[in-house]
Nanobody
Framework: QGVLAESGGGSVQAGGSLRLSCASS????????MAWVRQAPGMERAGVAG???????TYAYSMKGRFPISRDNADNTLYLQMDSLAPEDSAVYYC?????????????????????WGQGTQVTVSS
């Protein structure tokens, strides 16, 4: 098991909800900037949302903030609340950790920003 471990994925019907979690065991998890990135079959990875160590959030423009990101520094856990899921949200969702001063000016999906990646958790939404 790596330093980032996602959970909470699964199969739901359209309109359903899932809450993804990512447990972090990096050297300084509360100092890391954290993000969710997803990858659908045959597609490139796409940014979803990010949150700094102080709790400031950034959302991918295409996502329009549909899925709120949050973190609990006491438990070293990152969350993504996904409501009103649609089939196009089906993807593998990855948790990623970046240095604390990350601002995501190059975009949430820029792999160069991240120090650690989780293994991913599958989300499947049926119509």
């Amino acid at each position: 098991q790596g330093v980032l471990a996602e959970s909470g994925g699964g199969s739901v019907q359209a309109g359903g909800s899932l809450r993804l979690s990512c447990a972090s065991s990096t050297d300084h998890p509360s100092h890391d900037a954290m993000a969710w990135v997803r990858q659908a079959p045959g597609m490139e990875r796409a940014g979803v949302a990010g949150v700094t160590s102080s709790g400031r959030t950034t959302y991918a423009y295409s996502m329009k903030g549909r899925f709120p990101i949050s973190r609990d520094n006491a438990d070293n856990t990152l969350y993504l609340q996904m409501d009103s899921l649609a089939p196009e949200d089906s993807a593998v969702y990855y948790c990623a950790a970046a240095p604390s001063d990350t601002t995501w000016t190059s975009g949430l999906r820029d792999r160069r920003l991240y120090t650690y990646w989780g293994q991913g958790t599958q989300v499947t939404v049926s119509s």
